[in-house]
């Protein structure tokens, strides 16, 4: 105790401890806030759900001090995943902002193969769309009321069994996703209802739309192997309903085969023929 009551030696250590900091401890912080890595950088817009391409990022050096550990370093850990947020010019990525797959809300649109198209059809009220009870994976029949101006409530023979892969709220979310973020008491009722359908289909529903007159009822909701039985039987109704599409497009692309054949074939006889006459004349 009397050793620190001496002025000289308490000013000596000071020194000392200052020393220390200026030439130990002030060079290991600088060398780790200069110390450079690597990470990836946007470089145009991401939206969510987008996929994440080799043009939209790029690799930048940049200082390794405070960087979050999550932060993706190599554009090959990013290309090819899926935005999960919204993505600004010059942010990072951090690997909690992407994914592999497609987010649950828009999953079902990168699969379809060009078979099969989606299309949205509006529920006008409550009741038109099963009062909101619709789920992904539902069978629905589309009954149209005054078909075709006829006065008639039918269900049209190509919608009698349709399938739902997505029922959206006003919001824009998804509403049997889970993705909408608001309490029970505010949650959003059903605004729209996305259907798997063929281009015919298609075009029958958005004829319906037009008109403003569309219901959905409730066919099938359960397992997947009874759901692909009622697409089937579907399937095979719209092969009975448009059988000359195929056929006249097959026999179209044959006989313009077979003319081009012929027209080949017959070119190089005639070509000769006719240069032979003409010499058979002059001569």
Known sequence: MNLFKNRMVVGVLCIVLSLLICFGLTPLFNKGISQKTEIVRVTKEIKVGEVITQDKVKTVEVGGYNLPE??????????????????SIGDYILNTKVSKTPSAENAYLYHLDGSKQAISITIKSFSNGLSGKLQSGDIVSVIAPDYKKQGAT???????????????ASNGYDANTGEQETSKDEKELPSTVTLLVTP????????LESDGKTHLSLVYRGEESNVKKFLEMQSKVLDQLYPKQQTTSNQSTDGTKESVDRATTAAPSNTITGGGEESDDKL
């Open 70 to 87: 999550n932060v993706i370093r190599t554009k090959e850990n990013a290309v090819g995943t899926y935005a999960l947020a919204d993505l």
């Open 200 to 207: 015919e289909q298609g075009n029958l529903l958005a004829s």
């Open 154 to 168: 039918v269900i049209p023979p190509e919608l009698k069994y349709v399938e739902v892969i997505s029922v959206t």
